[in-house]
């Protein structure tokens, strides 16, 4: 029994041994951050706006600027004439579709009979990144990137306690929208940096 828990433990060391050195490392190789390029200055103007939802590239243009803000790696300028490179953003969509978890109600007194309710929605967003040289059309680096959230749905209850209301949706699906702008342009700003 001794020598069967003693080879299973050198088996799993082994494995762990063998996985941490032939794991992806390329974040530990270096802590010079740099963008491509090796620009120092950049320029983030306001996103290009594809999808139906008005006013999402804000948040995105914003969540960007913020990134590079905390970055010590790049200096963010107002002007692209102080900027080495433009870094320019697209969101190409934005998707809302129903999920798949819903409420179907038979023998409720507040709603109609066979009456199905969506619970949650699921939004999904597509950002192009791209970084160009000031002044020309050199693409020094870009990426793009796909997302998804749910958020509940306004959910209808008694008559006197009803949150089935456009309003309420709208304001959900605005914050989910800006809390995928944080994370999706953290994502991008950070592989932006790694040249990935």
Not at 32 to 40: F, N, Q, R, S, Y
Not at 66 to 93: D, H, P, W
Not at 102 to 113: A, D, T, V, W
Request: positive net charge.
């Amino acid at each position: 029994m001794k020598r069967r828990l003693t080879f299973l433990f050198l088996l799993l060391t082994g494995s762990v041994i063998y996985f941490s050195l032939t794991g992806c490392a390329y974040k530990l190789s270096t802590n010079i951050e740099k963008l491509p390029g090796d620009v120092k200055s950049i320029q983030i103007p306001l996103f290009e706006n594809k999808s139906t939802e008005p006013g999402v590239e804000i948040f995105f243009t914003n969540s960007l600027k913020n990134e590079a803000l905390k970055s010590r790696a790049v200096k963010l300028v107002n002007e692209e004439s102080q900027a080495e490179a433009v870094l320019q953003g697209k969101i190409t969509s934005i998707d809302v579709v129903n999920s798949e978890s819903i409420i179907e109600s038979k023998n409720s007194q507040y709603l109609p009979k066979e009456n199905i309710l969506t619970t949650a929605y699921t939004v999904t967003v597509d950002v192009l990144i791209t970084l160009k040289k000031k002044g020309s059309s050199e693409v020094l680096w870009s990426g793009t990137f796909r997302q998804g959230q749910n958020y509940s749905s306004p959910q209808v209850t008694l008559p006197v306690i009803n949150t089935a209301n456009n309003l309420y949706n709208h304001s959900a699906k605005r914050q989910t929208l800006d809390a995928l702008s944080k994370e999706m342009m953290q994502a991008a700003f950070d592989r932006m940096l790694e040249n990935f």
